[in-house]
């Protein structure tokens, strides 16, 4: 895989399969909002290039409804921040191959402190590097950026339409970086570009330090409102009222992670992956 730069980043070229479809406009939507499914979105779910592991996860994170609330669409530019093993990546990727851009941003294993911290990074690293190289037919024109958390930079001011970052609140504040992280947004979306993010949801305010995994929604809003972000609509898409968020280790006892005794496996597959709030920011 060659390298390139970008201003300000590391960019790898890596692509995909074009499962494109007519894009459908998208309503404006306030609270509570139920988006319609977008044909080209569709197209790229129910893609062929996606691990059938993966797709049985549909039921909790409901990619169809969740990318046409972003308003992801063929022809945008749309930053992913910190894919992890690449779930959404075969998604956008074939979405936004002919006609779009995908990039994943991914933190550089170099800007942080050497010892754990940087060999996780590093190992994830290689890890979604190597599901785009070993898959050129949906991943050879994927951009992956490698940013500092502690001073964020994905890519050229003002060069994205959408930033989509899921389930990773948490980890920002637990670390201190949740502003910084907020304000990188802002300043590499175009005005009237969107932030749209997934969290798991707490049942109120938590302290930064808090290891729940959970973050209160209200914290996550004030976060994007003093970035300079406008809330512009949110969805119960990803809602679970069987999640009761009260579990000795946390999120990460609920389905996918299970971090439970065997005994009580039943119990948590009944309650399923976690309750998440699901809120689309303006850029204005």
Same mark, same amino acid.
């Given at each position: #895989?060659?390298?390139?730069?970008?201003?300000? =980043?590391? %960019?790898?070229?890596?692509? !995909? %399969? %074009?499962? $494109?479809?007519?894009?459908? $406009?998208?309503?404006? =939507?306030?609270?509570?909002?139920?988006?319609?499914?977008?044909?080209?979105?569709?197209? =790229?779910?129910?893609?062929?290039?996606?691990?059938?592991?993966?797709?049985?996860?549909?039921?909790?994170?409901?990619?169809?409804?969740?990318?046409?609330?972003?308003?992801?669409? &063929?022809?945008?530019?749309?930053? /992913?921040?910190?894919?992890?093993?690449?779930?959404?990546? /075969?998604?956008?990727?074939?979405?936004?191959?002919?006609?779009?851009? *995908?990039?994943?941003? @991914?933190?550089?294993? #170099? $800007?942080?402190?050497?010892?754990?911290?940087?060999?996780?990074?590093?190992?994830?690293?290689?890890?979604?590097?190597?599901?785009?190289?070993?898959? &050129? =037919? %949906?991943?050879?024109?994927?951009? @992956?950026?490698? *940013?500092?958390?502690?001073?964020?930079?994905?890519?050229?001011?003002?060069?994205?339409?959408?930033?989509?970052?899921?389930?990773? @609140?948490?980890?920002?504040?637990?670390?201190?970086?949740?502003?910084? #992280?907020?304000?990188?947004?802002?300043?590499?979306?175009?005005?009237?570009?969107?932030?749209?993010?997934?969290?798991?949801?707490?049942?109120?305010?938590?302290?930064?330090?808090?290891?729940?995994?959970?973050?209160?929604?209200?914290?996550? +809003? $004030?976060?994007?409102?003093?970035?300079?972000? /406008?809330?512009?609509?949110?969805?119960? +898409?990803?809602?679970?009222?069987?999640? !009761?968020?009260?579990?000795?280790?946390? @999120?990460?006892?609920?389905? &996918?992670?299970?971090?439970?005794?065997?005994?009580?496996?039943?119990?948590?597959?009944?309650?399923? /992956?976690?309750?998440? #709030? !699901?809120?689309?920011?303006?850029?204005?």
């Amino acid at each position: #895989m060659k390298a390139r730069s970008l201003s300000c =980043a590391c %960019l790898f070229t890596v692509s !995909t %399969l %074009l499962l $494109a479809a007519p894009a459908m $406009a998208i309503k404006p =939507a306030g609270a509570n909002a139920q988006p319609a499914i977008t044909p080209a979105v569709q197209a =790229a779910v129910d893609g062929k290039g996606r691990t059938p592991a993966n797709v049985q996860r549909d039921a909790y994170r409901h990619p169809a409804q969740t990318l046409s609330f972003f308003g992801v669409e &063929p022809g945008k530019t749309v930053v /992913e921040i910190t894919p992890g093993g690449g779930w959404y990546s /075969e998604i956008l990727a074939p979405l936004l191959r002919d006609k779009g851009t *995908y990039v994943a941003a @991914v933190v550089d294993p #170099m $800007a942080v402190a050497e010892g754990r911290g940087r060999d996780y990074q590093q190992r994830g690293l290689d890890s979604l590097s190597k599901k785009f190289a070993d898959t &050129p =037919a %949906l991943f050879d024109k994927t951009q @992956v950026v490698k *940013y500092d958390p502690k001073a964020p930079v994905f890519g050229a001011p003002g060069s994205a339409d959408v930033v989509l970052t899921f389930r990773n @609140v948490h980890n920002w504040r637990s670390a201190g970086q949740a502003e910084g #992280m907020f304000k990188g947004f802002y300043n590499v979306l175009k005005p009237g570009g969107v932030l749209g993010v997934v969290e798991h949801r707490a049942k109120a305010d938590v302290p930064a330090d808090d290891k729940s995994g959970y973050v209160g929604q209200a914290q996550v +809003i $004030a976060l994007a409102k003093a970035a300079g972000f /406008e809330l512009a609509g949110s969805s119960e +898409i990803n809602t679970n009222p069987r999640d !009761t968020k009260d579990y000795p280790n946390g @999120v990460w006892t609920l389905p &996918p992670s299970n971090n439970h005794d065997a005994a009580d496996a039943a119990k948590y597959k009944a309650i399923g /992956e976690s309750d998440r #709030m !699901t809120l689309r920011f303006v850029k204005r």
